[in-house]
């Protein structure tokens, strides 16, 4: 055992030799001095790393020991490739195996010690996850390989998110809120979809296929001729998508200036459903204070968000996101003036003003009589007056979260700016990619990792698993789940 220490330990002198040397050998640019040294500084590593595992396997230890109630011996050793940030390195290690039961499997012993998983250390993990929670896998693979000169395979990767994903939501359930608290607590909901995998595409793409270059350029005609797409109906939805139900959480401060804020702003989301959402909102909001500060809930219009709101925050102030009623304004105004005209800009500037200025019962009165205006017959009129009643009938319903005179006079949010940031950063630009189909279960724990990342709270969630020391690698990725999402009726 000792033999094997002095080997480690040469290997590590050899390899600070090559690098003290580099400078003396390299006459090319400092490009190339700088990708040698890397390269390098990586073997020196890897050597480091071999001489450290092996002073950790030959530790003192007892022979035989108990774990879970059962008796191991140290009876044989086992040698298998370990990844590392600086590499592949090969690990030699004692293993235990179970009095008069040689088949079961070995205990890993070193490796539990050292919180190892899968072949992987906990870095390696980290770093891989990190990146797929920013961008998609086969890039994340890459900027991986392009820094530590390797990189896990494609299967592994997906292990790998699967694992530390299935971690995360317990971390932010756990977490503390922030330390830099203000005294008004907001909450705002909002959603966004992501395209699932269908069962008619996850069979398709189970299927042999064909690479592109030995189709050629007719055969894929040919296909594409055989396969014709069908135009979508109405009602259908084009992405197949899931919705993400995201809720933000932060606090106003009170300062000689007014409100200051958001402080503490930390993100939450799930695919499950938008009640799974509001029972994790309430927890944190809890934790933050919610019973004892005054709260804002703002949001869009969607019924379901305010139906929750009334279960779970029934003591906070409301507020229909102001962004959302101009929308609904300029729809209106369509109805009744040219698109782009000058008269329709003086329309909307002209209720919107009244609306900050608390008239909403004017602006309420004005769109019912340009409703009985509009003729029952004639073209386009029907649609026009349709719309125009939603609208009408949406005011009336959500006049009382419409207070947004009496909001902006005590300096407190009126628009959901932080809620439509979130699901854009949080859902879009992971989720939402060219050819992108996600698996159920693995988007709910790439979507928990995202919330992680954006909250800037991945170092603590890194220290949180290297404390534990417990994270395990299936021997598989979870299996593929299809969404299969319901037509509009």
Known sequence: ????????????????????????????????????????????????????????????????????????????????????????????????????????????????????????????MMAVTRLCAQMAFAAARDTFRETYEWAPSPRATLRMVDAVGGEARAFLEQA???????????????????????????????KPHRRPHVLGRHGRRLRRKERPRKRRTKGKKSKNAKMAVVGVIYTLKRTPDGLEGPAGKRV???????????????????????????????????????????????????????????????????????EGSRELGEWI?????????????????????????????????????ERLGDIVAHLVKNRHRMRYKEMRSRDLDIGTGAAEGAVRNLVGIRFDGPGMRWSRERSERLLHLRCILLNG??????????RRRDVKLAAQPIPTQIHDAKAAA
């Not at 809120?177 to 069979?203: C, F, R």
């Not at 709270?457 to 949180?464: D, K, M, S, T």
């Open 457 to 466: 709270q991945w170092a603590e969630f890194a220290a949180h698993l290297a």
């Open 349 to 385: 500037a002209a209720q919107t003003k009244k609306l900050r200025n608390g008239a909403v019962d004017a602006v309420i009165r004005l769109l019912r009589a340009e409703l009985a205006t509009i003729p029952k017959t004639g073209p386009g009129n029907k649609g026009k007056r």
């Open 176 to 206: 503390p809120p922030p330390d830099d608290e203000g005294e008004i607590l907001v909450v705002q909901v909002d959603a966004k979809g992501a395209p699932m995998i269908s069962t008619a595409e996850y069979e398709r793409r189970r």
């Open 1 to 124: 055992m000792a033999k094997s220490i002095e080997v480690a330990f040469a290997e590590v002198e050899e390899a600070w030799i090559r690098v003290r040397r580099l400078p003396d050998e390299t006459v090319g640019s400092l490009w190339t001095f700088e990708r040698d040294l890397w390269t390098r500084i990586l073997a020196l590593g890897r050597a480091l790393m071999s001489l450290f595992l092996a002073r950790r396997a030959w530790a003192l230890r007892p022979t035989v020991y108990q774990r879970s109630g059962a008796t191991y011996e140290l009876v044989e050793e086992r040698t298998s490739e370990l990844g590392t940030r600086f590499g592949k390195v090969s690990f030699t290690r004692p293993v235990g195996r179970r009095w008069n039961r040689p088949k079961e499997t070995v205990d890993l012993v070193v490796d539990r010690e050292l919180g190892l998983a899968g072949g992987f250390s906990l870095g390696v």
């Open 268 to 338: 939450y989301a799930t695919f499950e459903s938008h009640e799974a959402l509001f029972i994790w909102l309430r927890r944190e909001a809890d934790k933050r204070g919610y019973g004892r500060k005054p709260t804002m809930f703002l949001a869009d219009g969607y019924d379901t968000i305010w139906r929750l709101q009334e279960k779970y925050f029934a003591d906070a102030e409301v507020c229909l996101d102001w962004y959302h009623i101009v929308e609904k304004l300029w729809s209106a105004g369509e109805c009744l003036h040219a």
